[in-house]
């Protein structure tokens, strides 16, 4: 029963916030100048007639009052009608489908690596508070937080391009089931960048916890009882500690599904975050309203997976 009622909370809980995320989305999108005549005609909207411009508002349905535009918009998405491109023509559900995976991967892997080395480095700085390893760690957490993401993205495309001869593949995208090495090659880079903040809020978390941890009674007990130092930190102090490293790296994968597009311009890999930038300068409103959407969708679930990998983790959570 509790369990039920756990996860009715959430997913209503999910529900609302994807819903709060469509209006706004759709409000914001008619607060900004142009409209979908303008995105489709450019400049050559200013010439038609008032007859042209009622039917074009017809066709479109922006001659309906807001909340039935929402509606009707909000009805086509749940059945599976994401719009179509204003600019290509093409279903919005086809792009976002081609662009959707790249994202995922490049999210994936930077997410692994973001928490393998912060990680790392918190316990690096845990095993001894207040000294040399822990002012070395929390220095390098710094910079990592310190030096924005398209600052580092283009100081390593500059440094690879002058000393390596490598250059973003503006061309064909490598997908990782044609060639492994091909894609990573693409991938690698773009995902060291954004798993450099990453690794750097990870570390930060993991360290804290880590210390709060290694001052419990239990941890002195295994202590007293004479059990191995490494024992203590991988068995007793990280596994207490995990709750909230899972917190920050579920937080942090969740924006990076939506903070990819800088990274994804710099290193010219054709993602959804670069799609959603493209979309919003051409003002392809159906194609901006389901990118945020799907973006959003996969906050909310990446979060969601989190509350239930606590569940798991923590019997505490359970009995709470």
């Known amino acids: 029963m509790i369990g039920l009622r756990w996860a009715a909370v959430r997913f209503g809980g999910a529900l609302l916030t994807l819903f709060g995320v469509a209006v706004v989305v759709f409000l914001v999108l008619r ?10 005609m450019g400049i050559e909207s200013g010439t038609l007639t008032e007859v042209q411009r009622a039917s074009l508002e017809h066709y479109y349905g922006l001659d309906k009052p807001l909340v039935v535009q929402f509606f009707s918009w ?5 059945t599976g009608n994401l719009g179509v491109s204003l600019i290509s023509g093409q279903s919005a559900a086809s792009l976002i489908g081609a662009a959707l995976p790249i994202t995922v991967e490049l999210a994936v892997l930077a997410a692994v690596i973001g928490t393998a080395a912060g990680v790392l480095l918190g316990m690096f700085a845990a095993s001894a508070p207040g000294r040399w390893r822990d002012g070395t760690a929390q220095t390098v957490a710094l910079l990592g937080l310190a030096v924005p993401e398209f600052v580092l993205g283009a100081v390593v495309v500059a440094a690879l391009a002058s000393y390596f001869g490598y250059f ?13 090495t091909g894609n990573l090659s693409q991938m690698i880079y773009p995902a060291l960048v954004l798993a450099v903040g990453f690794a750097a809020n ?3 978390t993991t360290r804290s916890a880590a210390v709060e941890v290694a001052d419990a009674d239990f941890v002195r007990t295994a202590r007293g009882k004479g059990v191995p130092a490494g024992r203590i930190r991988s068995r007793h102090i990280l596994r207490n500690a995990s709750v909230p490293i899972v917190t920050i790296t579920g937080i942090q994968f969740g924006y990076l599904l939506g903070g990819t597009v800088i ?31 799907v973006v959003a969708v996969g906050f909310v679930v990446v979060n969601l997976l989190v509350d239930l990998l606590y569940r798991v983790i923590d019997p505490r959570t359970r009995a709470a």
């Open 74 to 78: 909000l009805g086509q998405v749940l």
């Open 31 to 40: 607060v900004i100048p142009g409209d979908a005549i303008t995105a489709s």
């Open 263 to 293: 990274i994804e311009q710099i290193f010219a890999l054709p993602g959804l975050g670069r799609l959603l930038f493209t979309s919003i300068e051409n003002r392809d409103y159906p194609l901006v309203q389901s990118s945020v959407l």
């Open 168 to 180: 973003p593949d503006t061309g064909t995208f490598v997908p990782l089931t044609s060639s492994v």
């Open 202 to 204: 990870v570390m930060r």
